[in-house]
């Protein structure tokens, strides 16, 4: 059977033929196998990035401001949730702690003159107008306690253990989450502002690819297709992902965002790390071959056909027809190639080992 997968115009082979001897068949140690029919699948090439969900990244700032009294934290260092990261100083902090004292104090206060306000009005001896103003002065203080009450637990003071004696003027920020700093933003001494970012922490335990997807190329995608990612540093090593959102915005340069879930989690990942990918999108039958049968020579690339084994001048010779292929998607070894010419599949006669030997024979010889 003959398999042929493009039209005799796009035949831009010219048949090169390469002969070895024996001891030079025998050094290339060549060894032959057969072109076959594979399911590889389709894949579409994109760029992204490495990224975590918003919440996974956490800017720190205080909700009043002071002078930062202690850090330990540096770029890179790994906290745990509600670890002590820094210490602050204002002496607003004991403003408020006080005024809330004074509050409670006056509420407690207030709670006993309304209930004897409204004991007297049962029983008729005092007027609504009093029990009415008990109340509202009651109701707008025990406001006031929650609005302050509010404000210490954003300071994370503890607003049931606080008294008098353990007024204080500093007070401490904690990590929100499990993660690494990735910014520092001040020095000790310095006096931040609410608005100002004292650190950022990272939780790399969901970090996600972020993909760049050609509108032309979006039809093709649907949640669960599989992905196959490298990282810019480390071109080699092949990851894995899994589509799970594709969104319905298309951006300024016409590509839409897909979000791929890691099929594992690694922790030395970095969100912002740059990456290419491919998004497998169908499985179909595809002519392929042993990817170390292929070889490349000045841009193209080349597979080599055992042609015939003669004897020449008492000695045995062997010939090797060299094609040129072009390659596709590559999948457990095998690679899909298109053929400029027709190629058995039915033959023993591909070279899937010694086909460097017989490029370089070939393009030696023309030199």
């Known amino acids: 059977m003959s398999q042929n997968m493009n039209d005799t115009k796009d035949n831009i082979q010219t048949e090169t033929f390469v002969e070895l001897s024996q001891d030079q068949y025998d050094l290339a140690k060549i060894e032959l196998g057969k072109i076959e029919i594979k399911q590889i699948n389709e894949s579409i090439q994109v760029n992204g990035i490495l990224d975590v969900p918003p919440q996974n990244l956490v800017s720190i700032s205080v909700t009043m401001g002071g002078t930062i009294q202690k850090s330990d934290l540096l770029q890179g260092m790994k906290v745990r949730k509600n670890q002590p ?31 004897r306000e409204k004991t007297l009005m049962e029983n008729n001896i005092n007027s609504i107008k009093n029990y009415q103003q008990a109340l509202a002065d009651y109701q707008s203080s025990r406001a006031k306690l929650q609005t302050l009450s509010k404000k210490l637990k954003l300071l994370n003071i503890n607003t049931n253990n606080l008294t008098p004696e353990n007024i204080t003027e500093i007070i401490t920020i904690y990590s929100p989450i499990n993660g690494f700093v990735t910014d520092v933003n001040f020095n000790i001494g310095s006096y931040v502002n609410p608005q100002d970012v004292l650190f950022k922490i990272v939780d790399t335990e969901h970090i996600h690819a972020e993909l760049n997807v050609f509108e032309k190329d979006v039809s093709k995608l649907k949640k669960g297709m599989k992905v196959r990612f490298s990282l810019s540093n480390n071109p080699n090593e092949e990851r894995f992902a899994t589509v799970f959102l594709v969104n319905h915005k298309i951006e300024t340069d016409r590509t839409v965002r897909v979000h791929a879930h890691l099929d594992k989690e690694d922790h030395k990942l970095i969100p912002g790390m740059y990456l290419t990918a491919f998004i497998d999108t169908q499985t179909k039958n595809q002519i392929a071959v042993l990817d170390n049968s292929i070889v490349s020579y000045g841009g193209k690339d080349y597979i080599f056909l055992a042609n015939v084994k003669i004897q020449k001048v008492g000695k045995t010779v062997y010939l090797f027809k060299s094609i040129e292929v072009k390659k596709g998607n590559s999948q457990n070894g095998f690679t899909a190639v298109e053929t400029y010419e027709k190629v058995s599949l039915d033959k023993n006669n591909l070279v899937i080992n010694g086909s460097f030997d017989l490029i370089s024979k070939v393009f030696n010889n023309e030199d």
């Open 85 to 115: 990261i820094a210490l602050i100083k204002n002496i607003e902090f004991m403003t408020l702690q006080q005024d809330y004292l004074d509050v409670k104090n006056k509420v407690e206060f207030l709670k006993t003159d309304f209930e």
